[in-house]
């Protein structure tokens, strides 16, 4: 009998004061993920790293169709693994006492017989993935990209949709692996496979 790995465009709800009259407060006033999580919802992606609150505007057509193929891709190639489990966010991935962060896409260890039902539940990833864009490339490829290493994360992905390639980071290595063609990927000792990215980038940018 087949079993899939469950996916869900957003698990479940961030966190959501109800009075989302007040004001917001500056960013440098906020350095606590308590503080984090109680800001109204501004539709922009709040983050916290190591104390410092950064905030990504939305996201452009090109950007969500890149997030929407990978997580066709890899929803496909993990469905015979329910350990895994496939997310977006919005998300509340803490990853230390000061970093909660907010991967575009990300792979997550889970039990089978008990699956995440909370962001309490959520671990850390063994696969990152950041679609860059030019508010946050500098950013995701240099202290987001560290947190996620530093925390354990198995892989880190830099999607660049202008140069249409992906920079396959890995923990102790000083430089990624640049892929334009295919993307070979193994998140554990017997999980792994391949994206034709000539593939995904023409289907993310509509070409014929």
Same mark, same amino acid.
């Given at each position: 009998?087949?079993?899939?790995?469950?996916?869900?465009?957003?698990?479940?709800?961030t966190?959501?004061?109800?009075?989302?009259?007040?004001?917001?407060?500056?960013?440098?006033?906020?350095?606590?993920?308590?503080?984090?999580?109680?800001?109204?919802?501004?539709?922009?992606?709040?983050?916290?790293?190591?104390?410092?609150?950064?905030?990504?505007?939305?996201?452009?057509?090109?950007?969500?169709?890149?997030?929407r193929?990978l997580?066709?891709?890899?929803?496909?190639?993990l469905?015979?693994?329910?350990?895994?489990?496939?997310?977006?966010?919005?998300?509340?991935?803490?990853?230390?006492?000061?970093?909660?962060v907010?991967?575009d %896409?990300?792979?997550?260890?889970?039990?089978?017989? &008990? =699956?995440?039902?909370?962001?309490? *539940? /959520?671990?850390?990833?063994? #696969?990152?993935?950041?679609?860059?864009?030019?508010?946050?490339?500098?950013?995701?490829?240099?202290?987001?990209?560290?947190?996620?290493?530093?925390?354990?994360?198995?892989?880190?992905?830099m999607?660049? %949709?202008?140069?249409?390639?992906?920079?396959?980071? &890995? =923990?102790?290595?000083?430089a990624? *692996? /640049?892929?334009?063609?295919? #993307?070979?990927?193994?998140?554990?000792?017997?999980?792994?496979?391949?994206?034709?990215?000539?593939?995904?980038?023409?289907?993310?940018?509509?070409e014929?």
């Open positions: 009998m087949a079993v899939f790995v469950t996916l869900r465009s957003t698990l479940f709800a966190t959501e004061p109800d009075d989302y009259s007040r004001a917001m407060p500056a960013p440098d006033q906020i350095s606590t993920i308590h503080q984090l999580l109680d800001l109204p919802d501004d539709g922009r992606r709040h983050e916290l790293l190591d104390g410092r609150h950064v905030i990504t505007p939305k996201q452009g057509r090109h950007h969500q169709s890149a997030i193929g997580l066709k891709m890899l929803s496909g190639q469905r015979m693994r329910p350990d895994l489990d496939v997310m977006i966010s919005p998300s509340e991935v803490k990853l230390g006492p000061r970093t909660l907010q991967p %896409l990300f792979v997550v260890k889970q039990d089978p017989a &008990r =699956p995440i039902q909370t962001w309490a *539940d /959520v671990g850390v990833p063994v #696969l990152a993935v950041e679609v860059l864009s030019p508010d946050t490339a500098d950013r995701d490829r240099g202290v987001k990209r560290e947190i996620y290493l530093d925390a354990g994360v198995r892989e880190c992905w999607v660049d %949709l202008d140069r249409r390639l992906v920079e396959r980071w &890995r =923990p102790l290595i000083v990624p *692996d /640049v892929e334009r063609k295919t #993307l070979w990927w193994s998140l554990l000792n017997d999980v792994a496979g391949k994206i034709d990215l000539s593939e995904f980038f023409a289907q993310v940018l509509r014929d």
